[in-house]
């Protein structure tokens, strides 16, 4: 069994309040769950409006598949016309 951690460091650019940030944050969150089918949380910076951190977990019993999985949500995310992807780690557990 492979289990691979994924941090994204996000920057919220037109994000002008908490509300904000929740409404970009939650239509992310819901499309990574729906379209990769891993968890996902919001992980650090909960009271800054334009930033944050995400964790995404992924588990599967091939380790390449979690590698191109979490790649492919990193791609994603960058595509992601709401916020920019900042940073990013992956850790594999």
Known sequence: MHIAFLQLSL?????????????VLKRLVH????QYNVAV???GLHDTWQTAHLG??????????TDRLLQRVI???GRFEE???SDYE???L
């Open 11 to 23: 920057h919220i650019p037109d994000s002008h309040s908490l509300k904000d940030k929740r409404s």
């Open 31 to 34: 499309r990574l769950r729906s």
């Open 75 to 77: 791609q994603d995310v």
């Open 83 to 85: 916020c920019e992807l």
């Open 56 to 65: 995404v977990v992924t588990i599967n019993n091939a380790g390449d598949d």
């Open 41 to 43: 949380a919001e992980i």
């Open 90 to 92: 992956i850790e594999k």
